[in-house]
């Protein structure tokens, strides 16, 4: 998961006054235009937490002007308090990478308000990537999002220059997408950009790592079931190469169509990464998942401790015969600890708790549903 994370107050200051070091003395007195989108970037300094540690990016826009009325977003057209701001190909690639350079930042995350149509808004993005790769010889990392109703040359451009691309479905299909951005269309704006990125990155044109696909939904406003987000989401890993979905809990903004709108319960958005994980590392489907009768997901306890309690409870799985696959299935046994327990298997049986724990398995949530050496554990033995 990528959480992204405002540097506080001294990491801010501490960023900006090394990014004074790439203003060279003597330079002319900023124009008021210069000040606010230098200003513009500052705000956009985050740190995004990833797999492999914190990474502090320029989260930015090409522009903020924008031609659409999503109804949730604070860039809409019809909200008038937002500040509009652009940045030609130029002036964007020679801003970051004065940043890059002087390490204020470590990564460009690059996204666009749309005027003029989706194709003609990629256009400065892909300039922009595209002068960092070439001219400025950037080879650290860039994610770009990809403009609703962008062409297919477009995509395959991104997917060249880009280490991740964004295709941002926002809503569950099409008809919860009209809830939340009536001026998109789902099925010929958004999924064959993903069908693109799908059948280029099998063609593997590439000589580095193929860039990772991915998308966003908004999770609340539009009323739609964990059952239909997760089906659909299933679908793309399995069928269209997606490599992981994100889900942002509904917050709402004024001047907004829903800015009365409740906020979505962030355990719903925590409910909801739990079982895409269960999707993406665990060979479990939507369909296998526990959801109530208006399809959410139980928020008392995990999704695999869920599915656990209904079908394991009373077929408990025999750690010392069953496959990975199985294995993966009990709560507390993750990817990691299911291979040691494999090769623990080939130099004795696993007789108690204390076997399953040395494997890295969290073993007093694993007792309820396995069995070691055909027996059940002693569900209240001490661990420790």
């Known amino acids: 998961m990528q959480t992204i994370v405002r540097p506080d107050t001294q990491q801010k200051l501490e960023m900006m006054t090394r990014a004074g070091q790439f203003d060279c003395d003597g330079e002319p007195a900023l124009s008021t235009r210069e000040k606010h989108k230098r200003d513009f970037l500052s705000k956009s300094v985050v740190q995004v937490l990833r797999p492999d540690g914190p990474m502090t990016v320029l989260r930015t826009m090409q522009t903020s002007a924008c031609e659409k009325n999503c109804n949730y977003c604070p860039f809409r057209a019809g909200r008038g308090r937002t500040p509009r701001i652009s940045f ?17 930042v470590g990564g460009l995350f690059l996204s666009s308000g749309i005027i003029g ?138 001047d907004t169509p829903l800015e009365n709108t409740p906020r979505t319960p962030l355990i719903r958005e925590h409910r909801l990464y739990q079982a895409d994980w269960l999707l993406r590392y665990y060979g479990f489907s939507a369909d296998e998942l526990s959801f109530a009768d208006d399809g959410a997901l139980p928020t008392a306890i995990d999704p695999k401790l869920a599915w656990a309690r209904r079908h394991l409870a009373h077929c408990p799985i025999e750690v010392n015969t069953a496959p990975r696959a199985e294995l993966l299935r009990v709560p507390g046994i993750g990817p990691k600890s299911a291979d040691a327990i494999l090769r623990a298997r080939k130099a004795g049986r696993l007789q108690d708790l204390s076997h ?8 007093k949530r694993a007792a309820p549903f396995v069995l070691l050496n055909g027996r059940r554990p002693p569900q209240q033995l001490s661990l420790f």
């Open 88 to 104: 030609s190909p130029d002036e964007l690639a020679g801003e970051f990478i004065k940043m890059a350079r002087a390490k204020v």
């Open 356 to 363: 399953l724990q040395a494997q890295g398995a969290i073993a």
């Open 117 to 254: 149509g989706g194709v003609r808004a990629m256009d400065p993005m892909l300039a922009t990537v595209e002068l960092l790769r070439k001219k400025y010889d950037y080879r650290g990392y860039i994610h770009l999002k990809i403009m609703p109703g962008a062409e297919q040359a477009q995509v395959e451009q991104a997917l060249r220059l880009a280490d991740r691309i964004s295709i941002n479905l926002e809503g569950a299909n099409t008809d919860r997408l009209a809830i939340l951005a009536p001026q998109k269309d789902m099925r010929l704006e958004l999924l064959p950009a993903i069908h693109w990125a799908h059948q280029f990155s099998r063609r593997r044109p590439f000589r580095h790592k193929l860039p990772s696909v991915v998308t966003q939904f908004v999770v609340g406003p539009a009323a739609e079931s964990d059952h239909e987000l997760l089906l659909g989401v299933d679908w793309l890993y399995k069928k269209r190469g997606l490599s992981r979905a994100y889900y942002s809990a509904f917050s709402p903004i004024a």
